[in-house]
Every structure is written in structure tokens, then in C-alpha cells.
């Protein structure tokens, strides 16, 4: 094991089971929306109109990463240290930086995040491929991040705060990484590249 994994390792064992399970359950209440979301738009996809498949990308798109668990409430060290939002004994603030500090690795990764869903949102362009093929990038896509969405449900029922926090980057980058980014435009496939970059040491 490398000095960073025993880092790791010992920042997460400092986790109570209290605060663990509340992530969990946080982090599988916002996959179970995200399944009931896709199956309304795999519902509405298939009477949508050519003219208006951009706007329900961006629809899409949008949705995913409002129900991804980037918020405090699904991060077991956010419940635990941040009580008096002191994050007095940390682990995460003292192996990644505080949250809120410029520098700090989920600073950084948010600030990207956000980017992203600015840059999907202010998206006013057109397609980029024809009608029959965004349907099929669109129907894959919703399938696809549908069935990881129920995976990580199912995985998260045994882990521990390592494995939690494994998991989570993981189906961040995952998910990010499914984007339909080829419907849009050229800057909202650049912006998820850097998410995805800056995932690197969200954990």
C-alpha cells in the first residue's frame, strides 16, 4: 500500500457508522430520482419532435448532473466534521485541502462542475449530428447511465467509507463520461473533459 492509500485508508476509518449510512442513503435516494427522471425522458423521447431533440438534450443533460451527489449531504465527512463547519479533525480537509478553500481538490472539481452545467445550459446551438442519429445516442445514453444509476444502488448496501468514496468518483466520472457531449457544443465536450480531469483526486 502506497503512503497516499494509507492516507486514504486512515482518513476514512475515522468515519462513524452514523454519518456513513446517512451518505449512503443520500447517495441512493439521489440515483433512485435520477432512474424515475430517465424513464420519464425515455417516455418523452420517443414522440419528441426533430426540432426539438437540442433543447431535450440539454434537458437531459441537465438532470443528470442535478441528481448527481455532489452536494455535502451525500459526502460522509461533510456530515460528520462539518457540524460547525470548523471540519475540525477531517480527514478528507487534511488529505484534499478544505472544501471550501480555492485549491482544494473538490473546489476545483466543482468549479468544474458548475462550468459544465453552465456551458450545457447556455447551450443555444443545434444539433451536431442528424435527428435519427441523436435519437440513438439519446435512447443509449438514458439506458445506459439508467442501469449504472441502479448498480451503484446495489453496491453501496456493504461499503465502508473508503469504498463509498471509491464508488462515488468512480460513478461521477462514469456518468460524466456517458455524456451525450457529441449533441452539443464543442465547448460543453471540452468542459466535461475537465471534470473529468479534475476527478483525478476527488479521492
Known amino acids: 500500500m502506497t503512503n497516499r492509500a494509507k492516507e486514504l485508508d486512515a482518513a476514512a476509518k475515522d468515519i462513524d457508522l452514523e454519518s456513513l449510512q446517512a451518505a449512503k442513503d443520500a447517495v441512493t435516494a439521489s440515483c433512485a430520482e435520477y432512474v424515475r427522471w430517465a424513464d420519464l425522458f425515455s417516455c418523452r423521447l420517443e414522440t419528441m419532435q426533430a426540432a426539438e431533440l437540442h433543447k431535450f438534450t440539454r434537458a437531459l443533460v441537465l438532470t443528470l448532473l442535478g441528481h448527481l ?15 460547525d463547519r470548523a ?3 477531517c480527514g478528507y480537509a487534511a488529505t484534499h485541502g478544505r472544501c471550501d478553500a480555492d485549491d ?13 452545467g453552465r456551458s450545457v445550459y447556455q ?12 435519437r440513438m445516442h439519446l ?3 438514458i439506458k445506459v447511465s439508467r ?8 453496491d ?18 462514469t456518468m ?5 457531449v457529441l449533441l452539443l457544443s464543442e465547448e460543453v465536450q471540452e468542459r466535461s473533459l475537465l471534470v473529468r480531469r479534475m476527478l483525478l483526486n476527488y479521492w
Open 176 to 180: 460524466i463520461c456517458l455524456l451525450p
Open 147 to 154: 442501469d449504472v444509476a441502479m448498480r451503484l444502488q446495489e
Open 123 to 134: 447551450d443555444t446551438g443545434k444539433l451536431c449530428c442528424s435527428p435519427h442519429d441523436a
Open 139 to 141: 435512447n443509449l445514453f
Open 69 to 83: 451527489p455532489t452536494r455535502p449531504g451525500t459526502c460522509p465527512f461533510c456530515i460528520q466534521y462539518d457540524r
Open 104 to 116: 482544494s481538490a473538490f473546489s476545483l472539481f466543482i468549479e468544474a462542475f458548475q462550468e459544465l
Open 87 to 89: 471540519c475540525t479533525g
Open 156 to 173: 453501496l448496501p456493504p461499503a465502508g467509507a473508503q469504498l463509498l468514496m471509491e464508488l462515488k468518483a468512480a460513478y461521477l466520472d
